[in-house]
Nanobody, 123 residues
Framework: VQLQASGGGLVQAGDSLKLSCSGT????????MAWFRQAPGKEREFVAS????????RYGDSVKARFTITRGNRKNTSNLQMNSLKPEDTAIYYC?????????????????WGQGTQVTVSS
């Protein structure tokens, strides 16, 4: 499985941004997908995860009610809609995948990672 994240950029506080993660590999539709982020000098933080079918999701406390994770129609992509962005959302955002339906918040549970996309929110 290979993952490619895209959609990052520089926005102002209060703006919205949509990240996408495209997965390749014949079994990607059977994988849960997730987003993590890492700010300079900080640990990689769980943002959101979604099961293989797109019916269940989970969010980190700091993004609840602002971010929404979805699966694409063909189930090989994961999208992260980020609304009401704050300067503290500034980080490199990484997508991840793991076989099965788990919605793990622990980064060690995710076996496949994309390269990351930078999100910068100015105040």
């Amino acid at each position: 499985v290979q993952l490619q994240a895209s959609g990052g950029g520089l926005v102002q506080a209060g703006d919205s941004l949509k990240l996408s993660c495209s997965g390749t590999g014949s079994a990607i539709r059977s994988y849960s997908m997730a987003w993590f982020r890492q700010a300079p000098g900080k640990e990689r933080e769980f943002v959101a995860s979604i099961d293989w079918g797109g019916s269940s999701s989970r969010y980190g406390d700091s993004v609840k009610a602002r971010f929404t994770i979805t699966r694409g129609n063909r189930k090989n992509t994961s999208n992260l809609q980020m609304n009401s962005l704050k300067p503290e959302d500034t980080a490199i955002y990484y997508c991840a995948a793991q076989l099965g339906g788990g919605l793990y918040t622990d980064r060690s549970a995710w076996g496949y990672w994309g390269q990351g996309t930078q999100v910068t929110v100015s105040s």
